[in-house]
């Protein structure tokens, strides 16, 4: 009886070995998946997440939706990799312990807000930030408060972040809009006031749920007009390739119903580089299903 017990547990830590070995193989730097991803269309990377057994897996519920499209340049399309960001509803007390209509009480409370905006609810992401990131934010329960506004929005993209997709808890969205910041978000949880006496950050690079999906750091985010999708790290780069070829396949289909048509070509029909020669310069395999 100890000898097949013994191949058992052999072969369950083999498989895991080698399980663990294709998750990191499949891994790929973050600039190779930002340029992968470039220009990517959820729907073309839903079928390349359905392509590899991941069937309605990463797409988030549809409520999650741009605030503004711009149907000429697409600038509200968005992709990149995850940062991600965890606010709760604060268990410390909501006031400063001092009646707030007196006006000689004004200082004490820009010292509790001074004290919640420093030591509760930070903004402790700023230097996961860089080029390509989409900043995900889960503030489930937060008592509409506005944890994303038009001006620290601003500073993010500053940084590097091409969007943002958060649970809810935006405000100030006339100047989002305005601004043209990409945000993705349930317009119907949207927040009105600040974080203090509200909220807190729980977590930062941990994952998050949004959307009823899981989100962890490092994944890929695609969002546009369909929604947002988040692609396992693990699975990124061939989906990202599968996700490309279709586009291709569908650009020289529509390019060719644009001239039938003696439609004006637009960038949606842009000729772009053989999927060959794309995944070469990326140093990626040239069939990613072989």
């Known amino acids: 009886m100890k000898a097949p017990l013994i191949f058992l547990i052999t072969l369950i830590i083999f498989s895991s070995i080698i399980f663990e070995k294709n998750l990191i193989a499949q891994d790929v730097a ?8 470039d220009g990517a269309r959820v729907a073309d990377v839903v079928d390349g997440l359905a392509t590899v057994g991941y069937i309605d897996v990463g797409v988030m519920d549809p409520v999650m939706a741009p605030l503004w499209k711009d149907v000429q340049r697409m600038s509200h399309r968005i992709s990149g990799i995850a940062v991600t960001v965890r606010y709760g509803p604060t268990n410390h007390p909501k006031h400063p312990g001092a009646d707030l209509t007196d006006p000689a009480n004004y200082n004490v409370y820009r010292q509790w807000r001074g004290m919640w905006y420093n030591q509760l609810a930070p903004e402790t992401f700023h230097d996961y930030i860089k080029p390509g990131t989409v900043l995900v934010i889960d503030n489930e329960g937060v008592n509409d408060a506005g944890s994303t506004g038009s001006k620290n929005i601003m500073e993010w993209i500053n940084r590097g ?8 808890g935006v405000r100030d969205i006339d100047e989002i809009i305005l601004q043209r910041s990409p ?25 998050v749920v949004v959307g009823g999906v899981t989100v962890y750091p490092g994944d890929v985010i695609v969002a546009d007009a369909d929604g947002v999708v988040v692609v396992p790290r693990r699975v990124a ?3 990202g ?36 020669d794309f995944f070469r310069k990326l140093g990626l395999p040239a069939d990613p299903n072989q």
């Open 241 to 276: 390739q599968i996700a490309y070829q279709e586009l291709v396949d569908d650009i020289a289909g529509r390019r060719a119903l644009y001239q039938e048509l003696g439609l004006e070509f637009d960038d949606t029909v842009r000729i772009r580089e053989t999927p060959e």
């Open 183 to 207: 945000v993705y978000t349930n317009y119907y949880d949207r927040g009105r006031g600040e974080r203090i006496g509200r909220n807190e950050i729980l977590d930062v690079q941990r994952p």
């Open 161 to 168: 972040m091409t969007g943002l997709v958060s649970k809810g």
């Open 237 to 239: 780069a061939r989906v």
């Open 30 to 37: 973050d600039e190779v998946l930002i340029e992968l991803y």
